[in-house]
C-alpha cells in the first residue's frame, strides 16, 4: 500500500547550523506534500507545503525540495534555533482540486533538537 | 478564533468502558478527521468525514465509531476500550483536503 519513509528518526544539530529531514513515497499519484512541526504536548501545525508542479519552495528559514522522478522531497532549516525543536512530520497525497477525499499519509516523524 | 479544540485533554479508561470524544471547529470547514498518534508511528488516520451527516473508515478504524451530527462537531467513540487503543488521539479539520488544523490532541489510557 501506500507508504511515507521519513529519515532520519532523530536530527540534532547546533544552534545556526542547518538540518535537513527526508521523505520518500511510494505512491506516483502523490502530488501534494506537506511538512508538520509538532511541539511537545501540542498538536501538529503546518508549516510549508509544496505541489508536484513546483521544485522548490521556501518561507524564510525553511525551503521544501521535490524530486517527482526519485519520488522524494526534503524539508531543509536553516540557521537553525532552539525554538525550531520539534517533531516534524512529511505527509503525501494525490490531491486532485476537483473534490473528493485524497488520503494524507504520514512519515513517522523526525525528532530534531537544536541545542545552543 | 479558537480553531480546533478537543475535549478532554487528558481520559484513563478501564478495558471494557466505552467513552467519546469530542472534536469541535470553528471555521466552517467541510472535513474533518480522527487520527491516532503512536511512538515511532506518525500519524494513522481511523475515521473522517467530508460533509455533515458523513463518515468514512480510514486506515486504522475498527474498535471505533464516529458521527458528524454537525457540521462544526466531529465525535469519536469507543464502544469497548482495549488497551491497544491507549494513543494520543488528533483531530483535524480542513477546508478542502489540505492544509489541516490540528487539535491539541487526548492522550487516552486504557488500564
Request: with cysteine; proline share 5%.
Amino acid at each position: 500500500g501506500e507508504n511515507v519513509e521519513q529519515h532520519p528518526s532523530t536530527l540534532s544539530v547546533q544552534e545556526g547550523d542547518s538540518a535537513v529531514i527526508k521523505c520518500t513515497y511510494s505512491d506516483s499519484a502523490s502530488n501534494y506534500f506537506p511538512w508538520y512541526k509538532q511541539e511537545l504536548g501540542k498538536g501538529p501545525q503546518l508549516i510549508i507545503d509544496i505541489r508536484s508542479n513546483v521544485g522548490e519552495k521556501k518561507d524564510q528559514r525553511i525551503a521544501v525540495t521535490l524530486n517527482k522522478t526519485a519520488k522524494h522531497f526534503s524539508l531543509h532549516i536553516t540557521e537553525t534555533q532552539p525554538e525550531d525543536s520539534a517533531v516534524y512530520f512529511c505527509a503525501a497525497s494525490p490531491w486532485r482540486p476537483s473534490g473528493g477525499y485524497n488520503k494524507l499519509i504520514f512519515g513517522a516523524g523526525t525528532r530534531l533538537a537544536v541545542h545552543p | 478564533n479558537a480553531g480546533v479544540t478537543q475535549t478532554p485533554k487528558f481520559r484513563v479508561l478501564k478495558t471494557g468502558q466505552s467513552m467519546t470524544l469530542l472534536c469541535a471547529q470553528d471555521m466552517n470547514h467541510e472535513y474533518m478527521y480522527w487520527y491516532r498518534q503512536d511512538p515511532g508511528m506518525g500519524l494513522r488516520l481511523i475515521h473522517y468525514s467530508v460533509g455533515e451527516g458523513t463518515t468514512a473508515k480510514g486506515e486504522v478504524p475498527d474498535g471505533y465509531n464516529v458521527s458528524r451530527l454537525k457540521k462544526q462537531n466531529f465525535l469519536l467513540g469507543l464502544e469497548s476500550a482495549a488497551p491497544s487503543q491507549t494513543s494520543v488521539y488528533f483531530c483535524a479539520s480542513s477546508y478542502e483536503d489540505y492544509g489541516y488544523t490540528f487539535g491539541s490532541g487526548t492522550r487516552l489510557t486504557v488500564v
